[in-house]
């Protein structure tokens, strides 16, 4: 059976259209994961919700347990999850406020507990990753953002940092050149983790500032990138509403 979860990323900690919402305190072997799992419907359709960074917003990119979240969703017998990331604009058309679903990713990211093939594991797990993110998840976002008209990029390199701070233009510039289009603090090692528990995974980016060095202004605000957030995470729960019985046929 398909069963739906959106990992909600800076300016999705809540998802209002969800209704009829029962939530649950889960540990796992790993600890307690960001928040509760919040299990409701929209219209009709059943969906869990997790945000990442906690429900008031207080986990950095780099203290959150990944490993936890989604091994709590795979007790819940999520099979499917749409990761919502707030992300910097690299490449010229990763404009603020577009979508991007990306469908590669590079990881910078360092010191994160990235695998459960760890010390307590029966065996050494080496997953395929060629391609990092669920070409059916993706084909159903990128569909539906077709039907509502929605500004978006359907291919991406995603650029994984760490964070919690952002880059420099010459990092970025260097991300560019290895390929990256887009850069978010949180995109690793969650997917590789939802990759070893066999879970089907994509990423619904939003783009909220240009990185550093690429826009005009010189520098990056937090009003800047809240102005972003707060029109583009719309579209983005618009779009997931009505992504949602689609996913649901998976
Ligand atoms: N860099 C890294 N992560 C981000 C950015 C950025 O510019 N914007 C939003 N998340």
């Keep these: 059976m398909t069963r739906i979860a959106i990992i909600g990323g800076t300016g999705l ?21 960001s928040a509760p799992l919040s299990t409701g419907n929209i219209e009709g359709h059943e969906v869990i919700f997790l945000p990442r960074h906690g429900e008031s917003h ?6 959150i347990n990944y490993r936890a979240n989604l091994w709590a969703l795979k007790q819940q017998g999520v099979t499917h999850v749409v990761a919502v990331n707030a992300v910097g604009g690299i490449t010229d058309c990763m404009s603020p406020e577009k979508l991007v679903f990306p469908n590669q990713i590079i990881d910078y990211t360092y010191s994160r507990q990235h695998t459960f093939s760890d010390e307590n594991a029966d065996s050494v797990m080496h997953i395929d990753f060629t391609n990092p993110y669920s070409k059916l998840i993706r084909g159903v976002l990128r569909s539906v953002a077709v039907e509502m008209g929605l500004d978006f990029t359907g291919e991406a390199v995603y650029g994984a940092a760490q964070g919690p701070r952002l880059e420099t233009a010459a990092e970025i510039n ?20 939802a990759r070893e528990l066999d879970i089907e995974y994509a990423c619904c980016a939003l783009v909220v500032n240009w990185a550093a060095g690429k826009g005009d202004d010189g520098y990056i605000t937090m009003d800047i990138i ?7 995470m719309v579209s983005a729960s618009k779009l997931i509403a009505k992504a949602l019985p689609e996913l649901l046929k998976l």
């Design 13 to 33: 900690d809540e998802l209002v259209s969800l209704q009829d919402v029962h939530a649950e305190e889960i540990v796992t072997p790993y600890g307690k994961p």
């Design 58 to 63: 207080n986990v950095a990119p780099h203290n």
């Design 174 to 193: 260097r991300m560019q050149q290895d390929g990256c289009d887009i850069v978010g603090m949180t995109g690793m090692p969650e997917a590789s983790l």
């Design 226 to 232: 809240n102005k972003h957030i707060q029109y583009g």
